[in-house]
């Protein structure tokens, strides 16, 4: 669709990027990194699909709010995202909580924007959008935004609508006839269904934007009266009550299917979004040309495959990086990421094997999410024997075995 | 008797505030710097502060913020005599802002009514 496009609008809106929660869900994933740096679909990390997001939408003022083990995703942005241009007033800052105002770090989504007020003050947009970094999905903000402006919002609340039974894990969202959002549950146990359709709830997607002055009255007023600082389950609700909150129904804007919205809350989520992307006709497309997404890649020759003996090797839906080594292989339903090396007669199904892991002769691996340089040896079998594997990896719930980066395996 | 911390860091205001508002039936303590009132905020646990901007060592906003991490719903009164600092988004946290000026009755009436406020809410609670 080709739409006008407003020059000045990247001037008017600053995005305050959420990227300090701990992640504690994705564990082991997250055991050296935050949950925004963990790689997705071979090449990328979580943060970069909302970056591209922003960056497709003419966004160019970033602000990402750092915590828990921040190091892994500031090189990420450092050498990966250092694209903008300063004399043009475009940036991406990497905010860790400076104590400006308490003694504390982030105590909630709130309290992160709260404590960086001298940011907005310096800045002065006239919009803020608070967006997470753990989120895959393709938005064209330049929408929302118009539709926030053109309506006279507040606060605008993007929105999607998920089956019943997963609604509990949102902020479940009641609206009126003209979208104004009168109702907000923050994780209810019984989440309302719509009125239309007793089978779906509508649900927050947990990105926000708000008019700057509001949003500063509504966090300073919480900061004082409050101990709780979440953007769901306290600054929403109150402003429901006062302000002019609407909701946003988001369709996907052409760009994928079915309106595709990820929180990759799980190992098991994890798992299954990334396996997703090899389909042939996968709900979320890396090969979208209108709606490109931008990563940082080392430099490594092209993937190279070998079979000397074509009994041996086969390749069935996959993603391949650069820079793998595959001799006499067998790969289905996977995702190698760049460096990988994957010995004779081994087979690698259902996983996802990360940057650098060195895979040995006749191993076997399946439904497995294989971190960082870590080096199987031959003859290994993982995920054949959940009992087994149990003793020294992490099994999830759906049985996906998932092995920490440079883990030590004998 | 209600509490009153003064942060304001000019000696003769001192003199002058102190008096005043113990004509009117507070105790006064006082604070001449930002640092000095985060302190004397934790020792006294006044009901109110007035805070100037202006102050060595740590200014009245950043001072502001800090005490109100740390005691909440504490009304606090801005009283500079600059008028800039209400676009200030941080000075937004204050429950006042009074720009200085030689008759004290805007601040005495401001005081009282947060005073007020703030029993009323206490008695709400209590309720």
């Known amino acids: 669709m080709i739409r006008p496009f407003d020059h000045t609008l990247y001037r008017k809106v600053l995005v305050m990027l959420l990227a300090g929660g701990k992640g504690e869900r994705l564990y082991p994933l997250t055991r050296d990194r935050a949950k925004p740096a963990v790689p997705f679909g071979g090449v990328y990390r979580i943060i970069d699909f909302t970056l591209s997001n922003c960056i497709n939408s003419g966004l160019r003022k970033i602000c990402v709010l750092t915590q828990y083990k921040s190091y892994s995703l500031d090189r990420h942005l450092r050498v990966g995202w250092n694209i903008f241009n300063s004399e043009l007033d475009e940036f991406i800052e990497n905010i860790p909580p400076q104590k ?41 903000y330049s929408e929302l935004i118009n539709y926030h402006i053109l309506n006279k ?100 804007n052409g760009h994928s299917t079915a309106n595709y919205w990820r929180d990759i809350g799980t190992l098991d989520a994890y798992w299954e979004a990334n396996i997703d992307l090899v389909k042939k006709n996968p709900d979320f497309d890396l090969f979208d040309d209108t709606w490109p997404i931008r990563t940082y890649n080392k430099q490594y020759p092209p993937a190279k495959y070998s079979f000397e003996n074509e009994k041996n090797g086969m390749i069935k839906d996959a993603l391949i990086s650069n820079g793998c080594l595959i001799n006499d292989a067998s790969i289905g339903k996977s995702i190698i990421s760049p460096n990988v090396t994957i010995g004779s007669e081994s087979s690698v199904m259902g996983s996802i094997i990360m940057e650098g892991v060195r895979i040995g002769k006749n191993v076997k691996i399946k439904n497995a999410i294989i971190d960082k340089h870590v080096t199987i040896p031959d003859g290994m079998k993982i995920g054949y024997d959940l009992q087994n594997d149990g003793k020294q990896f992490t099994v999830t719930e759906k049985g996906v075995v998932v092995a920490h980066k440079e883990m030590h395996l004998i | 008797m209600d509490t009153i911390l003064l942060v304001e860091d000019d000696k003769n205001q001192i003199l002058l505030y102190e008096q005043e508002l113990a004509i009117e039936g507070y105790k006064v303590v006082t604070a001449t710097n930002g640092i000095e009132a985060i302190e004397n905020a934790r020792y006294f646990k006044p009901d109110l502060v007035v805070m100037d901007i202006n102050m060595p060592m740590m200014d009245g906003i950043e001072s502001m913020c800090r005490i109100l991490s740390e005691h909440k719903n504490i009304p606090i009164v801005i009283n500079t005599a600059y008028s800039n600092y209400q676009n200030n988004f941080m000075s937004w946290s204050a429950d006042a802002y009074i720009v200085k000026s030689s008759d004290l009755k805007e601040l005495k009436d401001k005081i009282k009514e947060l005073l007020n406020k703030r029993k009323k809410n206490d008695n709400d609670k209590t309720v």
């Not at chain 1, 997470?132 to 999905?137: K, M, S, T, V």
């Not at chain 1, 949003?215 to 009550?241: H, S, Y």
């Open chain 1, 100 to 140: 400006r105002t308490s003694e504390m770090w982030y105590l909630g989504t709130s309290d992160a924007v709260y404590q960086n007020i001298y940011v907005l003050e310096r800045e002065r947009p006239e919009m803020v959008l608070i967006l997470a970094g753990d989120h895959i999905y393709k938005m064209d």
């Open chain 1, 153 to 252: 919002a507040d606060l605008t609340v993007p929105c999607i609508e998920a089956p019943l039974e997963d609604a509990s894990r949102f902020g479940v969202v009641g609206v009126d006839n003209n979208s104004r959002i009168i109702d907000f549950d923050e994780k209810p146990l019984n989440p309302k269904p719509l009125p239309t359709n007793k089978n779906v709830a509508l649900v927050s997607m947990g990105i926000y934007l708000f008019n700057t002055e509001v949003l500063v009255r509504r966090i300073i007023e919480n900061a004082k009266n409050d101990t709780n600082r979440d953007f769901g389950k306290n600054i929403i609700p109150t402003m429901i009550q006062k302000d002019r909150v609407l909701s946003f129904v988001f369709n996907g």
